[in-house]
């Protein structure tokens, strides 16, 4: 909205106005996935953080075992064949190349049916072959995976049609956002059971589950998920020769888009009585991959008094501000949030402030520092990287339409004996821990 410029009078004057832990080779039967900003943009003051969930032992009780890890995959690829028998029909349809064979077209609608059919059993068997322990610490995600499996088979009976091309063509987005809905719902409870599902993804050394905390960002409580996946660098082992190992952490900044404005706010609001007046009114994070995108709505004033007359002359204005928020590596091998201005919608006075002056640098500086405070600090994600871990690179993603999320992708080195005795202890306590909820 422009802002608009008016005169008032204040004491006879006119006043113009207008964002597994090692020690050596020993490995501690603990992950702490807490997460600590990484340097960079400046995180604010007062940040803390609280660890909400039990830990290590909910983690281990809920993970997947081997059988069920190959049992899910196994799922997840029956699930994309459906997929690409449903997007092979479809594409019939629209091209109508079976419209003159009837047979052949409710041949095809048939496959993709038996194929959707598959997909949704297998996944309520799976559910079903859960331990005590894993029915009540994934209760909640197994939930939204059934719901998005009932959802799907009601969308499922489109394909039931007389295999009408109008009929059809009006309801193939929502069968698409219901198979959708339903692999997302895969791949939630994927991340809760620590099993990694991307196809022709490397091999897995380790997973470490999706955690929740909670963090303090400028006196506003927000709740971060991070996960993160080990891999192996290379399948080629040299006995005494430690190893390289990928490490990949995701922080979901869902609840920090949810309450940036509240955040900006605290950052930028003050009430000078001779000096400078900030309101933040409204902002949203939201993603634009590569980047993310930030849009800032602000009251501005500017108070000058004067001693010798005892008058106080104000200026004022609201401005629309667009930012960038770009993610990288810098030269020293941290992370970076920075932000940059890369459109505002103000009076002439305010624009200049803004573009050029004090007020932009400042509003700035507290977007990249309100999204750097949630980033996760790998050392933090996976301890065992300890001094080791190297950052490689970092990005922005949108897990689901209007998310954000935060990528850091680094290198750790790990001995072969330190690499297989903490795949045997977070096997053995897998174990121990799901035959004790037992």
Same mark, same amino acid.
């Not at 339903?182 to 050394?205: H, K, T, W």
């Not at 589950?209 to 993160?228: E, L």
């Not at 992370?335 to 940059?340: A, N």
């Given at each position: 909205?422009?802002?608009?410029?008016?005169?008032?009078?204040?004491?006879?004057?006119?006043?113009?106005?207008?964002?597994?832990?090692?020690?050596?080779?020993?490995?501690?039967?603990?992950?702490?996935?807490?997460?600590?900003?990484?340097?960079?943009?400046?995180?604010?003051?007062?940040?803390?953080?609280?660890?909400?969930?039990?830990?290590?032992?909910?983690?281990?009780?809920?993970?997947?075992?081997?059988?069920?890890?190959?049992?899910?995959?196994?799922?997840?690829?029956?699930?994309?064949?459906?997929?690409?028998?449903?997007?092979?029909?479809?594409?019939?349809?629209?091209?109508?190349?079976?419209?003159?064979?009837?047979?052949?077209?409710?041949?095809?609608?048939?496959?993709?049916?038996?194929?959707?059919?598959?997909?949704?059993?297998?996944?309520?068997?799976?559910?079903?072959?859960?331990?005590?322990?894993?029915?009540?610490?994934?209760?909640?995600?197994?939930?939204?995976?059934?719901?998005?499996?009932?959802?799907?088979?009601?969308?499922?009976?489109?394909?039931?049609?007389?295999?009408?091309?109008?009929?059809?063509?009006?309801?193939?987005?929502?069968?698409?956002?219901?198979?959708?809905?339903?692999?997302?719902?895969?791949?939630?409870?994927?991340?809760?059971?620590?099993?990694?599902?991307?196809?022709?993804?490397?091999?897995?050394?380790?997973?470490?589950?999706?955690?929740?905390?909670?963090?303090?960002?400028?006196?506003?409580?927000?709740?971060?998920?991070?996960?993160?996946?080990?891999?192996?660098?290379?399948?080629?082992? @040299?006995?005494?020769?430690?190893?390289?190992?990928? %490490? +990949? *952490?995701?922080?979901? !900044? =869902? $609840? #920090?888009?949810?309450?940036?404005?509240?955040?900006?706010?605290?950052?930028?609001?003050?009430?000078?009585?001779?000096?400078?007046?900030?309101?933040?009114?409204?902002?949203?994070?939201?993603?634009?991959?590569?980047?993310?995108?930030?849009?800032?709505?602000?009251?501005?004033?500017?108070?000058?008094?004067?001693?010798?007359?005892?008058?106080?002359?104000?200026?004022?204005?609201?401005?629309?501000?667009?930012?960038?928020?770009?993610?990288?590596?810098?030269?020293?091998?941290? @992370?970076?949030?920075?932000?940059?201005?890369?459109? %505002? +919608? *103000?009076?002439?006075? !305010? =624009? $200049? #402030?803004?573009?050029?002056?004090?007020?932009?640098?400042?509003?700035?500086?507290?977007?990249?520092?309100?999204?750097?405070?949630?980033?996760?600090?790998?050392?933090?994600?996976?301890?065992?990287?300890?001094?080791?871990?190297?950052?490689?690179?970092?990005?922005?993603?949108?897990?689901?339409?209007?998310?954000?999320?935060?990528?850091?992708?680094?290198?750790?080195?790990?001995?072969?004996?330190?690499?297989?005795?903490?795949?045997?202890?977070?096997?053995?306590?897998?174990?121990?821990?799901?035959?004790?909820?037992?």
């Amino acid at each position: 909205m422009m802002g608009s410029i008016r005169w008032v009078r204040l004491s006879g004057t006119f006043v113009l106005g207008a964002g597994l832990l090692l020690s050596g080779n020993r490995l501690l039967a603990q992950i702490s996935v807490g997460a600590a900003p990484v340097s960079g943009a400046g995180a604010p003051s007062g940040i803390d953080e609280k660890d909400e969930l039990s830990g290590f032992h909910r983690a281990i009780a809920v993970q997947a075992t081997s059988e069920q890890i190959a049992q899910f995959r196994e799922v997840v690829r029956k699930t994309e064949a459906a997929r690409r028998e449903l997007e092979q029909f479809v594409s019939d349809v629209d091209s109508r190349s079976s419209a003159k064979n009837g047979d052949d077209w409710s041949a095809r609608a048939a496959a993709a049916r038996q194929a959707l059919d598959v997909a949704r059993t297998e996944t309520g068997t799976f559910l079903n072959g859960f331990s005590l322990a894993q029915k009540t610490g994934l209760k909640e995600p197994a939930a939204k995976l059934m719901k998005a499996e009932s959802e799907l088979g009601e969308q499922e009976k489109l394909l039931d049609a007389q295999y009408d091309a109008a009929r059809i063509t009006g309801g193939e987005e929502g069968l698409r956002k219901a198979l959708g809905n339903f692999r997302n719902g895969q791949n939630d409870l994927a991340a809760e059971m620590g099993i990694v599902i991307s196809v022709g993804a490397p091999q897995v050394a380790f997973s470490v589950p999706a955690r929740k905390s909670s963090r303090t960002i400028s006196g506003q409580a927000v709740a971060i998920t991070t996960s993160a996946v080990i891999t192996r660098a290379s399948e080629i082992v @040299v006995p005494g020769v430690e190893g390289v190992y990928k %490490v +990949e *952490a995701t922080t979901d !900044l =869902a $609840d #920090l888009q949810a309450n940036i404005g509240v955040i900006l706010a605290a950052m930028m609001n003050k009430e000078e009585r001779c000096g400078e007046r900030i309101r933040v009114k409204e902002a949203d994070l939201t993603p634009e991959i590569p980047l993310g995108a930030a849009l800032v709505r602000l009251h501005y004033e500017r108070w000058l008094c004067s001693a010798a007359y005892g008058n106080r002359e104000m200026t004022e204005g609201n401005a629309t501000v667009d930012l960038k928020v770009t993610a990288e590596v810098g030269a020293d091998g941290r @992370v970076l949030i920075s932000s940059e201005i890369v459109h %505002v +919608e *103000a009076e002439r006075f !305010l =624009a $200049d #402030l803004l573009k050029s002056g004090t007020l932009g640098d400042g509003l700035r500086e507290n977007m990249s520092s309100a999204v750097m405070a949630a980033v996760a600090n790998l050392k933090t994600v996976v301890p065992a990287a300890g001094d080791s871990v190297t950052v490689r690179s970092v990005r922005f993603a949108s897990p689901r339409e209007g998310e954000l999320s935060v990528v850091v992708g680094g290198e750790m080195r790990m001995s072969e004996a330190q690499a297989k005795e903490m795949e045997r202890l977070a096997t053995a306590g897998t174990v121990a821990e799901r035959s004790k909820a037992q």
